[in-house]
């Protein structure tokens, strides 16, 4: 098979997998005597598909032959799909080819697991090493770390790569005994135990080298970029209370970046032991939403989960004012003198304009129009909150009647 | 000639004659200045009028500086004007304006800068280069129009990028060009013949087509993120039209109905519990029903991983068996693992596992002799915001777990087991005894190994005071030293 047909079926094979960030790396630069390539941890996105999504980094899979059978994973050994395995070399050379061009931040590369995980993940490491060593390569390299791999394994991979990455795929082990008999969740957690351990060592290790050592004498941030995982939403009935209930554990146990939700696409050749849905495109996007309340709003996944009733996200309503409309007595909420904290709560204003709405309230007392001002939400945030000039006239209104006005399709038909 | 940098050096030193002269911004001249910026635009009407270099009037914050450095290369006529303005009630009596993020020309001239600071991003983004080989060597050209005047803002950004190559950037405001030692700004009149083609564009093409998901078609936010504006420079954007029909066109791939799915919400969690026995096997003539109450296979760690007796082991990311050799005479038995031991998949590896071992230590014993084990062997924690806190099992998670202890003691044959803490000492001895009842009491276990109570590692790190850390660590040694001389003796 020639390369660009490898190309077009190992792409293709690695679509379904949602990370393409390029973010968060450690500052590296070319200089005129040596190196290609510079990360400055903040990500590009250099294209955007059709699909709306990002195109930062090549990702690839090495090869789609796989000896697992895992029923949402159009490689899986029962698919009929064409397949085709990349030499390392060629891997580096379009990666190189590619970003001298200017089309890409750097590899995002995976595998299915042929002959064994070490084998597996030898053969990824062993493109991250040739492009930093033998190329001098330093743009963004993200490795899929195969779980259940060798430690010595893993510790290569992560001095070669930004980002090292699990996936768990499923939220539970009921889950993934039905759809992923060969892989398990204690595997793939044991990995990021020592993604996250040897991160911390470097980290400490980094520290205790602080001026005992020139900079250049210790060797490069392991994983820099941290680590990363996915879970594959709608190809079972798993529960979003589940999927967030598992990614706080996540982000609390091994210290993750992110975890990447990603809508379970109709592949071809499906298992007959998946949903029929089409991609729940809405369903992630309140998921990724709920994730970001986790991580930058100080909301914990017991809240939110426990104002989901069936155990899913309103599709409807996005999870802030989900929580906002189960919590009428939390509000409205002084802009002009509640915490920061509560400031969060709001729908309809950012962490941005909580920012500005702190900074400008010292020098003057806040006015509805400076919110308008600063673009808050006001369709949604007006029911919420208390302004010098404005208090809301809703504490009277029914919650179901106050969500129906809030809803987008039956916009401010209240008022 | 002047640069889109040079252009806001010239504000600078125009706007500081403006200032020490006091004219006021709606007196201010900067009609005339409509036509300065990009990059080769005719000289600014002022510069050079003034003593250069200019002097400083006043001062400003720093972050007012790089604002209106950014600002100065946005394409609106109307800029140098607004610059001026927002200048001007900086240095009188509102030093601080930029804080007012409501207020009308700092939400105007940020905005500015937004856009100019997305300029430049998506210049770093979208910039193409094509090879062209001579024969000097190898050159890179790429032809890009950016949304504002952001080249010069943006060679930096290339040159750290590709040092190593000879680039050239062509831009309708003028070019750069990076020939590995310094980096030319010049006019278009000057600039290269942009190559029509390029070896890789092919493979680029196939990558971009093979990467898109059709089933994920959304072609709104494709044009929000790369707007249309840039296509006619991007090789990938000529495939964008066909891929997009084929998307519409095509039919999901229809999907068989749905068999063998777990069941959802509590539904699952029932059937989790009616298999709350189970054991993942780790060979297949390994029990898994769990329903015998006296003989559980050795715990070893793949046991351990696969065990699902209670919900620790699903929320856990392992199991931690114990440690030691095979036939010890001396057993430990702690309570559960901790963060550390639960990462490390090892028992006794954080604070409390290095007290243990000096008290073992200072109790004239060998730490690697003994057979140190927990009670239960997946750690018990809740979240608590972004860490886990350490959460005393339950009674019903120490009794699925006291097989496994059990099936421990049954393999090590030890003479002595210490219990360390209540937790331990309740599944050693198979009920509830207050550790500071039972320390110095003879007890035994059901298979003859007497039974030490003392108190948990632990116990002693959280002590409220010095005083009492003394005393509780003064009787863990002790409660070892006759643990060990005991198991020694027998």
Known sequence: M???????????????????????????????????????????????????????????????????????????????????????????????????????????????????????????????????????FRGYIHLKTIPAADERLIALAGRYADR????????????????????????????????????????????????ALARKDVAPVFASAGQSTQLVVGADRSTDAAFLTTASGLYAAYDLKRVYYSAFSPIPSPSPRLLPDAPPLVREHRLYQADWLMRFYGYDAAEIVATLPEGNLDLDVDPKLGWALAHRAFFPVDVNAAPREALLRIPGIGVRNVKRIVATRRRRRLRYADLATMRCDLTKARAFVVTADWRPPHADVATPTLRKALVPARQASLW | MVSAHDAFTAWRAESRRLLRAGIPPHAAPWDAWAGVGGLWSDPAPAAGADDAPSTPVASISPQALDLFRLVSAHRDPSRHARMYGALW????????????AADADVIALTRMAKAVSRARHKMTAFVRFRRVGTEAGERWIAVFEPEHDVLALTAPFFVRRFATMDWTLVTPDGCARWDRRRLALFAVADAPPAPSEDAAESLWLTYYTSIFNPARLNVATMEREMPRAYWKLLPEAAVIPALVVAARDARPPTLAPIAAAP??????????????????????????????????????????????????????????PGEGPPNARVMLVGEQPGDEEDLAGRPFVGPAGKLLRRAIAEAGGDATTVYITNAVKHFSFELRGK?????????????????????????????????????????????????????GTALRHGSGAGVTATYHPSAVLRAPDEARKRELYAALVGDLRRALGAGGED
């Not at chain 1, 892989?183 to 980290?203: E, F």
């Open chain 1, 2 to 136: 020639n390369l660009i047909d490898k190309l077009a079926v190992l792409a293709d094979a690695a679509k379904y997998d949602a990370s393409c960030a390029s973010s968060g790396a450690a500052g590296r630069r070319s200089s005129a005597q040596a190196g290609v390539g510079s990360t400055t941890g903040m990500g590009i996105c250099h294209s955007y598909a059709p699909d709306g999504r990002c195109i930062s980094l090549l990702k690839l899979l090495l090869t789609n032959f796989c000896l697992y059978d895992c029923q949402y994973c159009v490689n899986r050994r029962s698919s009929d799909v064409p397949r085709a395995r990349f030499a390392i070399d060629e891997v580096v050379r379009l990666t190189l080819d590619f970003y001298r061009r200017n089309y890409i931040e750097g590899l995002f590369l995976s595998s299915g697991i042929i002959r064994s995980p070490d084998y597996t993940m030898e053969q990824v490491v062993a493109v991250a090493r040739s492009l930093r060593e033998d190329h001098d």
């Open chain 2, 387 to 439: 860490r886990r806190i350490h959460k005393t099992p339950a009674q019903r998670e120490i009794e699925a777990c006291r097989l496994w202890l059990e099936a421990e003691i049954e393999q090590v044959r030890p003479v002595q087991i210490v219990a360390l803490g209540a937790t331990a000492l309740a599944a050693t001895l198979g009920r509830r005894v207050r550790v500071g009842e039972a320390r």
């Open chain 2, 89 to 100: 009630r900086m240095t009188h009596g509102e030093r601080g304006l930029l804080d007012d």
């Open chain 1, 164 to 211: 090292l990455s699990v996936n768990l795929e499923l939220p539970s082990d009921a889950s993934l005994s039905a759809l992923a008999p060969e892989k398990s969740s204690h595997a793939a957690k044991q990995t990021m135990a020592r993604i996250h351990v040897a991160r911390r060592q470097d980290r400490e290790r980094r520290r205790d080298a602080r001026g």
């Open chain 2, 263 to 320: 069941a959802p919400g509590r539904g699952m969690q029932r059937a989790a519990a009616a298999r709350h026995c189970a054991v993942a096997p780790a060979d297949d003539s390994t029990r898994d029903d769990g329903t015998a109450s006296d003989d559980l296979p050795f715990p070893d760690k793949s046991r351990l991983d696969g065990c699902r007796r209670c919900p620790l082991g699903g929320r856990a990311t392992q199991g931690v």
